[in-house]
């Protein structure tokens, strides 16, 4: 498996876990009204770090499809070399702190959309590279 689809592979695994500490929270933290089957149950009776573990994995979902699309096509097209291998790495890293800092709370502004950004740029350069050749 070439270093690409190492780091899709794991970004696909860390978007998958991501529900985790969502229904953790929801868990421990059970609303008194609330019907079982409505889903998600309404974020503001959460405290905070519930209602960031939602937004971080909404936020993984978004950024790793595009992501993933265009490492998929680099893939398919043989398009690799250090551009594209670094910037793989770097958007799953990139991708593990932003969740880790967004639930924890730790990750406040600027750092957060900072983290956000350069995993977009990530996803850029992958496809400037596809496209530039």
Do not use: K
Not at 27 to 33: E, L
Not at 67 to 91: M, Q, R
Not at 98 to 120: D, E, K
């Amino acid at each position: 498996m070439t270093p690409e689809l190492t780091y899709l592979t794991l970004t696909a695994i860390l978007a998958a876990s991501m529900w985790i500490p969502y229904i953790v929270g929801v868990n421990m933290h059970p609303q008194t009204g609330i019907d079982d089957f409505e889903r998600p149950p309404p974020l503001t009776g959460f405290p905070a770090w519930v209602h960031r573990a939602h937004r971080a994995h909404l936020n993984l979902i978004e950024a790793a499809v595009p992501f993933g699309l265009v490492v998929l096509v680099a893939h398919s097209l043989e398009v690799s070399g250090p551009v594209t291998i670094w910037a793989s790495a770097a958007f799953f890293w990139l991708r593990l702190a932003h969740a880790i800092g967004m639930v924890s709370g730790v990750a406040r502004f600027p750092v957060r959309p900072i983290i956000f950004t350069l995993s977009w740029v990530c996803t850029l350069a992958i496809a400037v590279r596809l496209l530039v050749g």
